[in-house]
């Protein structure tokens, strides 16, 4: 019998991918263990890695990194194809259209913080309208969306000072070398 | 690290976003915590089809419930119980109901009154998890 050695070749990127994934997950299930105040609101640290990843190495890399966390992350959590888990990747999703439509706009306008905001207020407002299309179609639960909403801009915003200051950190660290 | 040095950072975009959502933000508060006005209530009972009743005309309703006869009155675009077969009366407490996504109910006697405003299609369940 022949036996074949299965190679898989791979380049930088997709070693930055896998590094940066692992990171964000790891995260994601720190965070998971976390207790909530009020369900559905959590800091989101997890996106501050899809927010790094874009900021240094662009959007297809960060869209890599934020699904791939959303898919193993609901994997090692057990709700895979579950609720949260499409209100994860629905969050997911439109974050990451929100943050491609930004980040390519000519003269690149924005910072850290407001591609943050940004993309928190998307991610939240997208996982309210996915609960109630899909789990909760009664129009009540819009009365939370205010709620939901300030606690991703404060979220958002805190998220998007520390990302550019683990920037600004690393790019002094790198002149150092 | 001063809040000075902070917000030195932020890029003008930064700033009008965080304006922006900031007053989008307020604004949403007004508006998904008003309540509005029902215009029609669904009584429903395991006895009879469920029933759409407008809220505009003032009228009395006998409706069949699973021990015995509810009385429901529609007033001046408000809805309540008046009397029912059950032992506690809680649906008769419960009082006057006028807004929008309202719910009342006579468990004992199985009847519901939601309150909706019009084009709102009906749901087939209330709400999924597990």
Known sequence: MQTTDIQITTNHQDRLIAGFAALAISIHLLESALPSPIPGIKPGLANLVTLYVLLRHGWRLALNVSLLRVLAGSLLLGSFLSPTFSLSLAGAIASLIILGLTWHLPGKPFGPVGLSILAALAHMTAQIVTAYFLFIPHTALFGLLPLLLTAALISGTLGGILVNRIIKRRDELTQHE | ?130
């Open chain 2, 1 to 130: 690290m001063t809040l000075q040095n902070i917000i030195s950072d932020f890029k003008l975009a930064d700033k009008a976003v965080f304006l922006f959502s900031l007053s989008l933000i307020i604004t949403s508060y007004f508006y998904f915590w008003q309540s509005t006005p029902a215009s029609y209530a669904i009584i429903k009972s395991p006895q009879q089809k469920s029933l759409q009743v407008s809220l505009n005309e003032n009228q009395l309703y006998n409706i069949q419930g699973a021990l015995g006869k509810s009385a429901i009155e529609v007033k001046q675009g408000k809805i309540r119980f008046i009397s029912s077969p059950c032992q506690n009366k809680f649906c008769i407490q419960h009082g006057w109901q006028q807004h929008h996504g309202n719910l009342t109910a006579c468990l004992p006697n199985r009847i519901s009154i939601q309150l909706a405003n019009l084009n709102q299609t009906e749901n087939y369940y209330d709400a999924i998890n597990f």
